[in-house]
């Protein structure tokens, strides 16, 4: 039998360092106590930044079969096909161009009354453009990773729309990409505004997972109807008011409960979606809210310490 | 070492093949997730298969530590909970640490029914974590992942052992 068929040094009898479940006790118990800090405490922060950097080659390197594969496919896409779309967006275009210039019109209208009310003007947020790079992969939330981070600018909390309405909100910032957690994602929630009555209420994401959002805690005998439009109220000084969220599909009254069950269907591309827009939260340059005053409770004069 | 009649005599394992087909996996995750699948439930995981495999077959140089560094960069990747991953691989890793004596004599077929439980095993923790901390079912499409990742194993052994099974002594005849 040739050398180096077997290992050279056989293993150790005596220096075999801790016990298997030592380690497991050690580590399962390290473990545990990340997750906490990372879900109670939110302090794990610097530690995913440090792993996301190390892990960003890799990354980049398993994007790389997707863009080879819509490369292939634009390289082999019809010219008539291209012709078709650029007709279609020249006519879109049009369209878009005469609202655009009515909407100027109206902006300066608009801010001229407020003028005269004397009414805070309503600001257009900084937006930043940005591009989803892949869903998440956790199943248990819904959230998609963006290709510009902290260096780019991109500020914790900034809502995320596409060119159709809100699609989320930037929940961590890492230097390099950004995550952001979708509108139709369990935990999240938006505050909107019927567009037909004015009603405001919060929407949240549809707890059994489709891509849903639910408005919860409207009153059964609300004035809602199938095919109302909500938007943002911009009452929680993160979304900028007036941008559409989601359409009323589905209303569900039950006699055994005080609040009617309303579905509806996010107007954005929560899934599938690629460009979007990273606007700064409007809240950013408005004045910081007054602290809660510490209640001093009177001693009472017959009690001594 | 006392081995199972009829098998080949491997070749010691190469520490760097060792780590590059870890790397690997975590890679292979990465790209059915970014490019493939998205975030379906079912996706199997190539990561916890391949460190299933060294712990079993090189237990003296892959040991728990490992599992839980790669957890921990599989945690980062999906932005799950912080720790989510590292706890399932960590108890992986010890489960195999346990059977790895008496695995090895079976054929490889069913090796893959007894890494099944292990695989099982590591999923429920995930799901039962998660759903401690609020979150809701994602559906019946989870229960494939472990199946898939057991039917992969065999595939798995080929490939990994590969470089083991070479001929210790090279000539022109036999180049690998």
């Known amino acids: ?305 | 070492m006392i081995m199972p009649r009829g098998q080949q005599l491997l070749l010691p394992a190469n520490p760097f093949f060792i780590a590059v087909s870890l790397l690997l996996a975590l890679v292979l995750n990465m790209i059915e997730n970014v490019s493939i699948l998205g975030n379906a439930a079912w996706r199997p995981d190539f990561l916890a298969l391949v460190l299933l495999f060294w712990s079993i077959h090189q237990p003296q140089k892959i040991s728990i530590g490992w599992a839980f560094m790669l957890g921990l960069a599989a945690d980062v990747h999906e932005v799950s909970f912080l720790g989510q991953h590292a706890l399932a691989y960590t108890v992986l890793a010890f489960f195999a640490t346990l059977i790895h004596r008496r695995l090895l004599w079976f054929s490889v077929p069913s090796q893959a029914l007894q890494v099944l439980p292990l695989l099982i095993a590591s999923h429920a923790i995930t799901m039962v974590l998660r759903m401690s901390l609020g979150s809701s079912l994602v559906g019946w499409p989870m229960l494939f992942a472990p199946f898939l990742e057991a039917m992969l194993w065999p595939l798995v052994s080929v490939i990994l052992l590969a470089p083991q099974r070479r001929a210790p002594d090279p000539d022109e005849n036999r180049p690998l």
């Open chain 1, 1 to 305: 039998m040739p050398l180096g068929t077997l290992d050279r040094t056989p293993p150790p009898f005596f220096k075999q360092g801790a016990t298997p479940l030592h380690k497991l006790i050690f580590f399962a118990t390290l473990s545990i106590l990340l997750m906490f800090c990372d879900v109670r405490w939110q302090l794990t922060l610097p530690l995913r930044s440090a792993l996301s950097l190390l892990l960003s080659p890799a990354q980049w390197l398993s994007r790389q079969p997707q863009q080879l594969s819509t490369g292939v496919v634009n390289f082999f896409e019809e010219r008539e096909t291209a012709q078709n779309r650029e007709q279609q967006s020249q006519a879109a275009l049009l369209a878009q161009s005469l609202h655009a210039a009515q909407v100027d019109q109206l902006l300066l209208e608009n801010r001229q009354l407020r003028d005269l009310l004397e009414l805070k003007q309503r600001a257009t947020p900084p937006s930043l453009a940005a591009q989803v790079i892949y869903d998440a992969a956790d199943p248990f939330t819904r959230r998609v990773i963006l290709d510009k981070g902290g260096v780019n600018g991109v500020i914790l909390s900034s809502p995320v729309m596409d060119e159709q309405g809100i699609v989320g909100q930037v929940t961590r910032v890492y230097p390099l990409v950004s995550e952001a957690t979708l509108i139709i994602d369990k935990d999240n929630s938006i505050p909107v505004l019927n567009n037909r009555t004015g009603a405001r209420g919060v929407a949240f994401g549809e707890s059994s997972g489709a891509p849903l959002l639910e408005l919860r805690y409207m009153a059964a005998n609300a004035d809602i109807q199938e095919n109302d439009i909500l938007s943002t109220s911009g009452v929680d000084g993160v979304y900028p008011p007036g941008v559409p969220v989601a359409k009323v599909i589905k209303i569900e009254r039950t006699a055994d409960s005080m609040f009617a069950r309303i579905l509806c269907q996010p107007l954005g591309r929560a899934q599938g979606v690629r460009q979007v827009l990273v606007l700064n939260p409007v809240g950013l340059d408005e004045p910081k809210r007054p602290e809660p005053e510490v209640v001093k409770v009177p001693v009472k004069a017959g009690a001594k310490p």
